[in-house]
């Protein structure tokens, strides 16, 4: 039997061969769970929610029931996390929710047009640390907390052998806005006061690519595995957007932050929920087993295929409504089929997102045989 130690550096051979396009013994399979976790362990969300460490040993509790994964999306859970990223507040269970309700992300007019002119005079990070505060009431002890845990979590499911894909992070700045702001009011503004929106973003921009800049080079300096940038977004998609807000208000610091990332030699995973098929072509700016295209299973796989098969690595798609609804065979049929599509390779196998509360336990081991086979 092997140790963790071997587990380790079997998956992550397999998952960056994937990536990159070389032949491997099978396909490797991603675990991307947080409340599923909670449900199928018998925890109370509540509990799930207010315990980082038992959310970590409740996650790691219920990955190792499934034999052999090859990583951990989420090592720990935090909700209010959303926060920071998204300036909206959010509703807890066993809070403002019932103890075993999902918990939400509520989105309202946070940010008003006010405070683009503060942003522009200040700085980002000035008036976010403000905002955070005195707005939305962040607990910074427990955002401390939770990034002190990380690196140890991290290390728990590694030395158990599962890889935890993320050595930096940096979403596309204009979730910041378009949820603080609402998407409706954003929307309005792109087309009120486009240019001031574009250099608020700009000053956003800037600021964080400096951050992720650091945390490159931190990455580097401590030979984090695998060496994968998390980006992407969760609406970004040009559904939202017509082609040419998209291209000015999203695409152009996509890919200003992807390309930071491949330069520092790191592999870049958007995580692109939503339809983003009309948007594939722009993708092929960036080299060849450079980036892994995430999705939640709303992008056309076939026109995915056309346009980026054999050049970017696809990782996904089973859908949540699969595995809260199917059969075990549907969804074994499903991954199967999918990983017959790729040929092999170029395909992390994954939930569409992440998998969700109600899914069925039989399911996601489902998923997981069709690719270990076991």
Excluded at 148 to 171: H, T, V, W
């Amino acid at each position: 039997m092997k140790n963790g130690e071997e587990l380790y550096n079997e998956h992550l051979d397999r998952y960056m061969k994937t990536v990159e396009f070389k032949k491997t013994d099978r396909t490797p399979v991603m675990f991307n769970a947080d409340s599923f976790c909670a449900k199928h362990m018998g925890v109370k969300l509540s509990d799930f929610v207010s315990s980082l460490q038992l959310s970590c040993n409740t996650i790691f509790k219920s990955v190792s029931q499934f034999g052999d994964v090859d990583g951990c999306a989420n090592t720990v859970a935090n909700p209010l996390m959303f926060s920071l990223g998204l300036l909206s507040h959010v509703k807890l269970p066993g809070k403002e929710l019932s103890e075993n309700e999902m918990w939400q992300v509520v989105e309202a007019e946070n940010l008003n047009v006010d405070d683009y002119d503060t942003i522009l005079s200040k700085g980002w990070n000035n008036f976010l640390q403000d905002f955070l505060v005195s707005r939305l009431k962040v607990d910074f002890d427990t955002v401390k907390a939770t990034m002190d845990l990380q690196p140890i979590a991290a290390k728990k499911f590694e030395d158990a052998g599962y890889i935890a894909p993320m050595s930096a992070f940096m979403g596309n700045v204009t979730e910041h806005i378009s949820f603080g702001r609402s998407l409706p009011k954003f929307i309005r503004d792109l087309y009120k006061m486009p240019d001031k929106v574009e250099a608020v973003l700009d000053v956003i921009q800037e600021e964080e690519i400096a951050q992720l800049k650091e945390q490159l080079k931190a990455a580097k300096e401590a030979k984090k595995q695998p060496p994968i940038m998390l980006g992407g977004s969760c609406r970004g998609a040009s559904e939202f957007f017509t082609p040419k807000l998209w291209e000015r208000f999203i695409w152009r610091y996509m890919k200003e932050t992807t390309d930071v990332a491949i330069e520092a030699g790191f592999k870049v995973m958007f995580h692109v929920d939503s339809n983003w098929t009309r948007d594939l072509e722009y993708f092929t700016a960036f080299p060849k087993g450079s980036c892994i295209f995430e999705s939640d299973g709303v992008t056309n796989k076939e026109k995915f295929l056309k346009v980026l098969g054999g050049r970017m690595c696809f990782k996904g798609d089973v859908p949540a409504g699969m595995l809260a609804l199917a059969t075990p065979d549907e969804v074994y049929n499903y991954c199967t089929k999918l990983i017959n599509e790729f040929g092999g390779t170029g395909l992390i196998l994954s939930s569409g997102c992440t998998i969700p509360s109600n899914a069925k336990v039989e399911n996601v081991q489902a998923m997981i045989c069709a690719a270990t086979g076991k």
